[in-house]
């Protein structure tokens, strides 16, 4: 045996343990790294992207990922908009490997409340999904008052014209009750 194979024998087993102790390293910090991820990054890592929510109701939404706030994020559908609370969600379909951090520490405050006094401001028709209860129910009317852990829906006839003050139902619905706020008209809108 010559003696430049020998050593070039080992040179490529010193290469090859170094690569695997690099690449060992790297899955190590890889792991270290994503556990600092959370959820909301992971949702704005995926922006623009169609996905599947599945609630722990049964029901589930599909649609373009339009938003992802520190609370709920937004989906896209062909008619409607679509907020959802995180806490409502069993798991997400479609999701992109990619995290997002963000970086404006207002936006990282705003939380559900702040999305539900928009709609409440814009006196938008909405359908309310419950997280407990039947897949399909949901709730129609437009959101009156939103306080710190619920809101006021003034209920509807489903979709229909808000009714008068002194002839309207105005029912209470706790924060953690919520599955899903559909919005009336078009998406984006």
């Not at 929510?53 to 990922?65: I, P, T």
């Not at 938008?124 to 039947?134: D, L, S």
């Not at 437009?142 to 002194?166: H, K, M, Q, S, W």
Request: hydrophobic letters at 45%; glycine letters at 12%; zero cysteines.
């Amino acid at each position: 045996m010559r003696w430049d194979a020998l050593f070039e024998d080992m040179e490529a087993q010193l290469a090859a343990r170094q690569r695997l102790e690099l690449e060992a390293e790297i899955a190590e910090r890889a792991l270290v790294d994503s556990a600092g991820v959370q959820l909301a990054d992971r949702l704005r890592g995926s922006l623009g992207l169609s996905i599947r929510v599945h609630l722990s109701s049964g029901r589930a939404f599909e649609g373009v990922l339009s938003h992802a706030g520190s609370e709920a994020l937004v989906l896209d559908e062909p008619q409607h908009q679509v907020l959802i609370p995180y806490a409502a969600a069993a798991y997400y379909g479609g999701l992109s490997r990619v995290a997002v951090s963000e970086p404006s520490i207002v936006r990282r405050r705003l939380g559900l409340g702040s999305a539900l006094r928009g709609l409440a401001r814009n006196r938008a028709r909405v359908t309310i999904f419950a997280g407990h209860g039947r897949a399909d129910a949901g709730l129609h009317g437009i959101i009156d008052t939103v306080g710190r852990d619920f809101l006021d829906l003034a209920v509807t006839r489903d979709g229909g014209e808000r009714p008068p003050a002194n002839a309207r139902q105005v029912i209470a619905i706790p924060f953690g009750a919520l599955a899903g706020i559909r919005s009336v008209g078009a998406a984006g809108g």
